[in-house]
């Protein structure tokens, strides 16, 4: 009798575990980040949009980048184990083998892209499984080879919000654009602060971010800087196309010149301090201008 309770506990532990597991490989933050800007962009394409619909063009982008999510932690399974910040993931501690995350990865990867192509539109999947592609199998590998990777990993990082245009609309039109340059250029002074800030973690692994030779220094800060000083005038072109009105361009462009003055203070101090304040306020920008975005078109 104690041998087989002992036994049933076991196996509950073991599916509780795996379980746990299969959400980790998710990174669900990262994923309802993602998803959150693909509803940002259908609302904008759609501002009549009913919560089910917002739901599922959510559902579908999670679905899709837990998928994409996946497949880098298969290809860096073993360069997981060299980093602190990753040992502990579910493949380089065994917990799942790659076999059992890849056909999780398959399934994920096929709901979602089926859900965006049958309930909105086949041009939304396509998006979609395209960015999962860029994402698994060019930024991934790319990211031990040259400082480009972070160029190609912020195309797919920048196409929710046009995809979810493209599911309200079915097309892909200038707003769309406008709506994934201003993720794209944000993108840079994001990474590469948090680069700056995990650079010796990811120095075990070989990964290239830093866009500059030497990585920490003036030339990197001044290349935050230069991106992030692009994003002041792109805020407002949703106002030039009347996407949105006055209030939020005005917000957007408050929030661009508190995000500048942080890439100031790191051109001066080139300190993991001042990277760890661009990487937190880039936190905050993204999703305080695109709300006041929506806020000002509903």
Same mark, same amino acid.
């Given at each position: 009798?104690?041998?087989?309770?002992?036994?049933?506990? @076991?196996? /509950?532990?073991?599916?509780?575990?795996?379980?746990?597991? *299969?959400f980790q490989? #998710?990174?669900?933050? &990262? $994923? =309802?980040?993602?998803?959150?800007?693909?509803?940002?962009?259908?609302?904008?394409?759609?501002?009549?949009?009913?919560?089910?619909?917002?739901?599922?063009?959510?559902?579908?982008?999670?679905?899709?980048?837990?998928?994409?999510?996946?497949?880098?932690?298969?290809?860096?399974?073993?360069?997981?184990?060299?980093?602190?910040?990753?040992a502990k993931?579910?493949?380089p501690?065994?917990?799942?083998?790659?076999?059992e995350?890849?056909?999780?990865?398959? @399934?994920? /990867?096929?709901?979602?892209?089926?859900?965006?192509?049958? *309930?909105?539109?086949? #041009?939304?999947?396509? &998006? $979609? =499984?395209?960015?999962?592609?860029?994402?698994?199998?060019?930024?991934?590998?790319?990211?031990?080879?040259?400082?480009?990777?972070?160029?190609?990993?912020a195309?797919?990082?920048?196409?929710p919000?046009?995809?979810?245009?493209?599911?309200?609309?079915?097309?892909?039109?200038?707003?769309?654009?406008?709506?994934?340059?201003?993720?794209?250029?944000?993108?840079?002074?994001?990474?590469?602060?948090?680069?700056?800030?995990?650079?010796?973690?990811?120095?075990?692994?070989?990964?290239?971010?830093?866009?500059?030779?030497?990585?920490?220094?003036?030339k990197?800060?001044?290349?935050?800087?230069?991106?992030?000083?692009?994003l002041?005038?792109?805020?407002?072109?949703?106002?030039?196309?009347?996407?949105?009105?006055?209030?939020?361009?005005?917000?957007?462009?408050?929030?661009?010149?508190?995000?500048?003055?942080?890439?100031?203070?790191?051109?001066?101090?080139?300190?993991?301090?001042a990277?760890?304040?661009?990487?937190?306020g880039?936190?905050?920008?993204?999703?305080?201008?695109?709300?006041?975005f929506?806020?000002?078109?509903?």
């Amino acid at each position: 009798m104690y041998t087989s309770n002992t036994k049933t506990l @076991l196996q /509950a532990s073991t599916m509780a575990n795996k379980a746990t597991a *299969y959400f980790q490989l #998710l990174k669900f933050r &990262l $994923s =309802l980040t993602v998803t959150f800007s693909s509803a940002i962009g259908f609302i904008l394409g759609n501002p009549n949009a009913r919560w089910y619909d917002i739901a599922l063009v959510m559902l579908g982008g999670m679905l899709v980048t837990g998928a994409a999510n996946i497949i880098n932690q298969i290809l860096e399974k073993d360069l997981d184990k060299l980093m602190k910040r990753t040992a502990k993931r579910p493949l380089p501690t065994g917990v799942l083998t790659v076999k059992e995350a890849a056909v999780y990865c398959f @399934l994920l /990867a096929l709901a979602g892209t089926l859900l965006l192509g049958i *309930y909105f539109n086949p #041009l939304a999947a396509a &998006l $979609s =499984l395209l960015s999962l592609v860029l994402y698994g199998f060019f930024y991934t590998p790319l990211k031990r080879i040259s400082p480009i990777c972070v160029f190609v990993g912020a195309i797919p990082g920048a196409m929710p919000p046009l995809i979810g245009w493209v599911a309200a609309t079915g097309a892909i039109e200038a707003e769309a654009i406008i709506l994934f340059g201003i993720q794209f250029f944000w993108q840079f002074p994001h990474f590469w602060a948090i680069a700056w800030v995990l650079d010796d973690d990811y120095k075990k692994a070989g990964f290239k971010m830093l866009p500059m030779e030497g990585g920490k220094n003036l030339k990197t800060a001044i290349q935050i800087m230069s991106y992030t000083l692009v994003l002041i005038p792109l805020s407002l072109l949703p106002l030039q196309f009347g996407m949105t009105g006055v209030t939020s361009a005005m917000i957007a462009v408050v929030c661009g010149v508190l995000f500048l003055a942080q890439t100031f203070y790191l051109m001066r101090t080139c300190s993991k301090k001042a990277a760890m304040s661009i990487m937190f306020g880039s936190f905050l920008y993204l999703p305080i201008v695109q709300i006041a975005f929506v806020l000002d078109k509903i």
